[in-house]
């Protein structure tokens, strides 16, 4: 009788284990919403960068970016510069024109 039990258990157990190793890799990968999300988390950053006006006053802004989209740009408490008049900016246009890339 106790050794019945325990090869009932075993095979219960087994088949446990088989229907698992079966059917969780299918239910991980059909979760089309989840994987949706995480791409576009992975497709989402955010940095900050000085963008300065004509008079060479010069302000950090964070960036947030999805993809090659701007989300927004919001400018940095105290975090300014005022550069005197003959100043010029060392970045090429490139960097200073292109927000997300």
Known sequence: ?????????????????????????????????????????????????????????CRDNEIICKGNQTVSVTPITGAVVQFDEDWEDPRDDKTINTLCQ
């Open 1 to 57: 009788m106790k050794n019945s039990t325990v090869v009932i258990i075993i095979i219960i157990v087994l088949l446990i284990l088989i229907i698992t190793f079966t059917f969780l890799p299918t239910l991980i990968t059909t979760t089309l919403t989840g994987q949706t999300i995480i791409e576009d988390k992975l497709n989402e950053y955010t940095y900050t960068k000085a963008i300065c006006d004509k008079n060479n006053y």
